[in-house]
C-alpha cells in the first residue's frame, strides 16, 4: 500500500497568524527504528506502509506528504514561574491533523525536525535516548489508562548530534495529540494584547475539544472550567502511578488534557512527597508532592489570559469570576483522586471515612522504605487475609498494622467477594511501570544500535496490570547500586 496520509489541517487553515509555515531539515538517513503498530492502525494507517523508505523521508521532515501543511507553531510559557514571551516550536512540527477510526481529530506533530524561526539559538534536533524515553514513557501512560500524546514512530536520521552527556545518533520522534494547543498558546498572545486573536484561539479549542459548551451563555468561563477539570483529573492520575512530570510548565500544560512533553519525567521508587529527579529543578519547584498546586497556578494563568473575554471592559467582574472557577480546582482534584485511592484501596462504594483513611495510609508509607507500586498491587493479596509480600516490603511492619485492620474493617462493610476485589484491585493497581533503571537500560542498548530490549520494555508496558510469568525482572525495584536517579531535559 502507498504511504498515504488524509489530512484536514483545521489549524493551518482557520488559525493563521498563530503559526509560521516551515520545512524540516533534509537529514542524511532517516530510518524507523520503531512504529507503534497498535497506534497507526487505530489511525487507520497500515503499519506496514510506515516502515518503509517514503515513510522514513517524510516523519523524519525530510520529505513533505501530501496534504501536509507543516508548520511551526506559535506559543509563550512561564518555566519554573518566569515568563517567556516567545517560546514556540523551536524542533517541532505539526504536520496536520488526522480522523481516527474513533472518530476523533488528532495532531500528527514531528519532534527533532530542525530549526524553526522558533529556536531561539537551538539546533532543532532531537536524539534517540529522549526520543525513545518519550516513546516508552508516553506507551506507558496510555495503558495505564491516562490522556497522554503518544508515540507514532521514532526515527535515526543519521547525523550526529553534541550534546552534554556526548555525541549522540539524531532523531526524530513522530506524535499524536488531541492537539498540541497549550495554555502558553493563549499567553503568547494575550501578553501581547491581541484580545482577538486569544478570542479566535478560545473558539477553536472550544470547537475542538469542547463543542458542547458552544451553546453556552458563558462559552469562556466554561472553558475555563472544563480546561481546569480536564488538569485536575489529570494529575491526580499522576498521583495514584507515582508519576513525576518534571517539568510542568505552563507552555507544557494542554488545553485537552493530555500529559505532554517526556522531558526529565520519572517514576517515584519509594513514596516521597518531596521527590524530585530533574537536574535543573534545583528547588522542588516540580516535586511529585506539588503537582496539583503547580496545575492550579498554571490555571491561574490560563485564567488572566480568558479574563477580557469573561466579562469584557469589566477586569473586576471577570477576575471574580473566573477566580471562583479556579478556586474550585482543589475539590476537583481531591474528588478524583479519593475515587482513584478507593480503587485502589478495593473499595467500591463512597464511605466517610475513605479519605481520612486514604491519607493515614500515605502519612505512613512516607515513614516505610517500601516500593510505591508493589505496595499498591501487593494490598490485594492483604485484602484476602495474606500479608506476606505487603510485609515483605516494609521496614516497621508493626506502625502498619492499625491502619491495615481499619482498612479491612472499611472493605468489610461491601459485600464484595474477595476474588472479586483482588480482579478489580489488580485492575487499578499496575504491577509493570516504566522503572528507572530499565528505562535507562532500553536506551543505552538503543544508543549502541540495540532496539531489542526496548522493544521487549514496550511490550511489557503495554500490559500493566497483567502479570506474566518471566517478567518478575520488570516488577522489581532498581538494584541498589542503582540511584540516586537524575533525569534531564530532552534537549
Ligand atoms: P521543552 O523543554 O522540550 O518543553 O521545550 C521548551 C522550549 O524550548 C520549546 O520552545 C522548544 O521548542 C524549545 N527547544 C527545546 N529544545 C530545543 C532545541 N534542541 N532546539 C531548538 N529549540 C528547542
Ligand atoms: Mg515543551
Not at 496536520?96 to 476523533?104: A, C, H, M, Q
Not at 530533574?278 to 516535586?287: E, Q, T, V
Amino acid at each position: 500500500m502507498p504511504f498515504e496520509f488524509n489530512f484536514d489541517n483545521s489549524f493551518a487553515r482557520d488559525m493563521t497568524g498563530f503559526y509560521i509555515p516551515w520545512n524540516g531539515d533534509a537529514v542524511p538517513e532517516p530510518r524507523i527504528v520503531a512504529v507503534n503498530e497498535q497506534l497507526a492502525r487505530e489511525l487507520g494507517l497500515d503499519p506496514t506502509s510506515l516502515m518503509t523508505d517514503e515513510a522514513a523521508a517524510i516523519l523524519s521532515g525530510s520529505a513533505l506528504a501530501e496534504n501536509a501543511n507543516p508548520l511551526a507553531m506559535a506559543y509563550a510559557g512561564h518555566q519554573f514561574g518566569n515568563f517567556a514571551p516567545q517560546l514556540g516550536d523551536g524542533r517541532a512540527l505539526l504536520l496536520g491533523e488526522l480522523t481516527g477510526t474513533n472518530g476523533k481529530r488528532f495532531d500528527l506533530a514531528l519532534k527533532g525536525s530542525g530549526p524553526t524561526p522558533f529556536s531561539r539559538g537551538g539546533d532543532g534536533k532531537a536524539v534517540i535516548g529522549p526520543v525513545l524515553r518519550e516513546f516508552l514513557v508516553s506507551e506507558a501512560m496510555n495503558a495505564l489508562g491516562i490522556p497522554t500524546t503518544r508515540a507514532l514512530a521514532a526515527l535515526t536520521t543519521g547525523e550526529i548530534i553534541l550534546r552534554e552527556q556526548g555525541a549522540q545518533p539524531g532523531a526524530v520522534l513522530c506524535r499524536t495529540a488531541a492537539s498540541h494547543i497549550r495554555v502558553g498558546t493563549f499567553e503568547f498572545f494575550a501578553a501581547r494584547g491581541q484580545g482577538e486573536h486569544v478570542r479566535k484561539l478560545a473558539d477553536y479549542v472550544i470547537a475542538r475539544h469542547y463543542p458542547d459548551i458552544q451553546a453556552s451563555k458563558s462559552p469562556y468561563l466554561d472553558l475555563f472550567g472544563r480546561v481546569r477539570d480536564a488538569q485536575a483529573d489529570l494529575v491526580a492520575r499522576w498521583m495514584l502511578v507515582g508519576f513525576v512530570h518534571g517539568v510542568m510548565n505552563t507552555d507544557n500544560t494542554t488545553i485537552s488534557g493530555e500529559t505532554i512533553d517526556y522531558g526529565p519525567c520519572a517514576f517515584l521508587d519509594t513514596y516521597k512527597p518531596d521527590a524530585v529527579f530533574s537536574s535543573i529543578d534545583r528547588f522542588g519547584r516540580y516535586a511529585y508532592g506539588n503537582q496539583h498546586d503547580i496545575a492550579q497556578w498554571n490555571l491561574a494563568r490560563f485564567a488572566e489570559c480568558l479574563l477580557e473575554l469573561v466579562s469584557p471592559g469589566d477586569q473586576k467582574a471577570a477576575a471574580e469570576l473566573a477566580g471562583n472557577e479556579l478556586n474550585r480546582f482543589p475539590e476537583r482534584y481531591r474528588a478524583s483522586w479519593l475515587q482513584g485511592m478507593r480503587g485502589k484501596l478495593g473499595m467500591h462504594d463512597e464511605h466517610d471515612e475513605d479519605l481520612e483513611l486514604s491519607q493515614e495510609l500515605l502519612r505512613l508509607l512516607q515513614q516505610q522504605d517500601a516500593d510505591f507500586t508493589l505496595f499498591f498491587r501487593h494490598l490485594s493479596e492483604a485484602a484476602a487475609g495474606d500479608d506476606e509480600a505487603l510485609a515483605g516490603l516494609l521496614s516497621n511492619e508493626a506502625s502498619m498494622q492499625a491502619w491495615l485492620t481499619s482498612w479491612r474493617r472499611r472493605l468489610a462493610r461491601e459485600d464484595v467477594s474477595q476474588e472479586d476485589r483482588m480482579i478489580a484491585m489488580n485492575r487499578a493497581n499496575p504491577l509493570y511501570i516504566p522503572r528507572n533503571h530499565k528505562v535507562e537500560e532500553a536506551l543505552a542498548a538503543a544508543s549502541a544500535g540495540d532496539m531489542k530490549p526496548f522493544h521487549k520494555l514496550l511490550s511489557v508496558l503495554r500490559q500493566p496490570y497483567t502479570e506474566r510469568p518471566g517478567l518478575e525482572d520488570f516488577a522489581q525495584p532498581a538494584p541498589d547500586g542503582f540511584g540516586p536517579y537524575t533525569t534531564f531535559c530532552g534537549t
